[in-house]
């Protein structure tokens, strides 16, 4: 139990319907008495159940607000403490002054994401389901929000404890034989431990094959919009936006700086960069947009080229398509109800590993297909398998490659027929390496990293 009573306002900022003051600690009791005076009958100690009244100050005995109140004894409530909550209306001031009135009764500001970390020391959650508490807040795709649920609801903590399960198992089998030697033990059977840690190998691998799925629908991705003046950059970006946005002109070098906008594409939060059309110029303002956008197209998870295709192509349509190569690029070509210099097979000679496709961003031609070619870029083949079990956070993806490396060694050293010492040593840290996801191996200064992203209140 911790020793000290938090609170904080758990809405957002701003005005709202609602706004909720959570209080958590062992005088959260002592503070409902103190400020909350109920319409009628006795103050709301009966837990789980909310009640209709006013929060008073103590000291002026003025109303603050009218609220309503619920108390949650411990351990049932989120934090696993003494919870009280005051739904208050939601205006800022009133807010302020509730939670100032709370804090004088003896409660400290929380710190950020304190709440989930209470409910974590106390067992009411492993870490990777705190995590996904915030993971949950931050979704940013229907996909996101599944994947967020399945990790709160713990999927990924029961499979990792039973991979961990199964090491436990090997690692009982070598460590008898560590113990009472070669001669007195059974002789390990090799063939059976080393196909048990080739199946916790598979397993791992497969779970580590689903992140950058997961990464794209947790985070969405980014899709650069790059191209020599004129070519429709901004055109095209109203076009996706369905309004007008960006400033469109006949005038080449319209656009200077970089404007960013997200779109969802089949559930996927795609954010799309409008940039500076790229050509040689002396003008300085242009000249430093025009650095931006290799900035950009450099972080992009897609790079969209987009060719004006009434034109050949230029020299700076040649310098863009030389210096993205590699990259994950959607050829575009522009303007397709104009009569068409460009084809499929002179831009084939230049860029064959791309197929181009046409649209015209001023009549809306070709744009679902090329927002389902984006999708198809980003999302990869096997996306639609809905494995059970998908990575979506970087530290647990670091912990599960460590933990893989340390089963392969261990592997490699039960069926190369070492003596047990080793392999269990390995088999000792893919333990560990697997416990940092579930917060059993993990140390403070991590715990306060991973808390501290969170949300005050949360
Ligand atoms: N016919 C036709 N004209 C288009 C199309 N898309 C854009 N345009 C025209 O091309 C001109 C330039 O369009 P913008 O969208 O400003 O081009 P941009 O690539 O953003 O240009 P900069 O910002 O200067 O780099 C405007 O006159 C648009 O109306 C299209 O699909 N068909
Ligand atoms: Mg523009």
Not at 198 to 207: C, E, L, M, S, T
Not at 436 to 451: A, C, N, R, Y
């Amino acid at each position: 139990m911790q020793e000290k009573t938090i609170a904080a306002i758990a809405t957002p900022e701003g005005k709202g319907g609602i706004g909720i003051i959570r209080v958590s600690g062992p005088q959260a009791e002592e503070i409902c008495r103190a400020l909350f005076r109920p319409k009628k009958g006795n103050v709301p100690l009966e837990t789980h159940r909310l009640c209709h009244g006013e929060i008073v100050s103590p000291e002026t005995k003025t109303v603050l607000d009218e609220v309503l109140a619920v108390f949650m004894k411990a351990p049932h409530s989120y934090t696993g403490e003494d919870t009280l909550e005051i739904h208050c209306h939601g205006g800022p001031f009133i807010l302020k002054n509730v939670l100032g009135e709370v804090i004088k009764t003896g409660a400290r500001p929380a710190e950020p994401g304190e709440f989930t970390k209470r409910a974590f020391l106390n067992n009411r959650l492993d870490l990777s389901q705190a995590e996904a508490v915030m993971e949950l807040i931050e979704a940013q795709s229907p996909r996101g929000l599944e994947f967020a649920l399945s990790h709160l609801r713990g999927d990924l903590s029961a499979k990792t404890r039973s991979l961990r399960e199964s090491l436990i198992e090997i690692l009982a089998h070598l460590e008898t034989s560590i113990d009472f030697g070669e001669d007195d033990a059974e002789p390990l059977n090799i063939k059976e431990l080393t196909e048990k840690i080739g199946h916790v190998i598979r397993d791992i691998q497969g779970i580590l094959s689903t992140y950058s799925e997961g990464k794209i629908h947790r985070e969405g991705v980014s899709a650069v919009i790059t191209g020599k003046p004129n070519v429709g950059k901004s055109s095209l970006m109203n076009r996706l936006l369905g309004e007008k946005r960006v400033i469109v002109t006949t005038e080449p070098g319209t656009t200077r700086d970089f404007i960013e906008e997200t779109v969802s594409i089949q559930g996927l939060p795609v954010t799309f960069v409008d940039t500076a059309g790229i050509r040689d110029t002396r003008e300085e303002i242009e000249s430093e947009g025009i650095a931006l956008v290799w900035e950009k197209a450099e972080a992009a998870d897609v790079v969209i080229i987009l060719l004006d295709g009434s034109e050949d192509l230029t020299k700076e349509d040649r310098e863009i398509i030389d210096r993205n190569r590699g990259r994950t690029i959607a050829l575009v070509v522009n303007k397709s109800d104009l009569p068409q210099k460009l084809t499929a097979d002179s831009l084939r000679k230049r860029i064959p590993e791309v197929e181009p496709l046409w649209i015209s961003a001023k009549y809306g031609e070709g744009i679902p297909e090329m927002k389902e070619k984006i999708h198809s870029l980003v999302v990869r083949e096997n996306g639609g398998n809905n494995p059970d079990i998908i990575v979506t956070d970087l530290r647990h993806k670091t912990a599960l490659e460590g933990a893989l490396a340390k089963c392969i060694a261990a592997g490699e050293g039960i069926s190369g027929g070492f003596s047990p010492e080793l392999p269990s040593l390995e088999i000792r840290e893919a333990l560990d390496h697997l416990g940092e996801i579930l917060g059993v191996t993990t140390t403070e200064e991590v715990l306060d990293s991973i808390f501290s992203r969170f949300c005050i209140g949360k």
